[in-house]
């Protein structure tokens, strides 16, 4: 059978059974007509309307999931969590691109600009994240520097002390020597120049001096030696 003659046979049984509705013979030919019309299947009307009901279901399905994705991404936005913001709106926007055809405005014009929205303050937290560690790096760069500073002058400090306590014990070799390593790390040091070139100075003097000594005592000792060479007259 076609299922136009099938119809169109079923149409008039359904007019014969208006005017006997009793009838057996035409209530089994009526049984036998719609037997065959539903081994045949929906007819493309049928299965027009069955498709349509279908993509009306899913649009509905993708729009409910597509509002919590929404209300998720806002709720992120709520806390600073901006990349989450962005990672739901995304979400919205792909289920939109992929989703049956349909009226998704409201939606979708709010996914856009609250990814736009959290595009620019992501963009703002990391710069400012980063001027953050930029000034924790420069802060603990100035004070290690500091204190690398401070330990010299210390170090400096206990240097000049004890050149010029060898000084004045006249101990000139260890008074230049320490003044010497303090122009090694600060070679304008003013205190240490000065230490050096007295106890230098005095270096050289008291060789001066102990050189005389020893002659003197070798030139006397030489006339005591003529003397007794001498010749009493």
């Known amino acids: ?35 065959a019309l539903g081994k045949l299947g929906p007819t493309r009307e049928e299965q027009t ?8 279901i899913k649009m509905e399905q993708i729009r409910a999931q597509a509002s ?33 055809i349909g009226r998704w405005d409201d939606i979708e014009a709010d996914a856009k600009a609250l990814r736009a929205e959290a595009n620019k303050l992501h963009s703002q937290q990391v710069e400012a994240n980063e001027k953050q560690l930029r000034e924790e790096v420069e802060d603990a760069m100035k004070k290690w520097k500091d204190e690398i500073e401070r330990r010299r002058e210390s170090e400096i400090a206990s240097l000049i002390q004890a050149s010029s306590q060898a000084f004045q014990q006249e101990r000139y070799k260890d008074a230049m020597d320490y003044a010497q390593s303090v122009l ?40 005591q030696d003529n003397e007794a060479l001498k010749v009493p007259y």
């Open 1 to 35: 059978f076609q299922r136009g003659s099938l119809q169109e046979a079923f149409n008039e049984i359904q007019r014969a059974l208006r005017y006997d509705s009793g009838a057996d013979e035409y209530l089994a030919l009526d049984r036998r007509i719609r037997n």
């Open 49 to 56: 309307e069955d498709a349509s009901k279908a993509a009306e």
């Open 68 to 100: 919590i994705w929404l209300q998720r991404a806002k709720k992120a936005m709520e806390v600073g969590d901006y990349t989450g913001a962005r990672r739901h709106a995304d979400k919205v926007l792909s289920a939109i691109q992929y989703a049956p």
């Open 184 to 223: 090694r790390v600060d070679p304008e040091n003013e205190k240490a120049q000065q230490l050096t070139l007295s106890s230098k100075k005095l270096m050289l003097d008291k060789s001066r001096s102990d050189y005389l000594k020893a002659k003197r005592e070798r030139f006397a000792g030489w006339r």
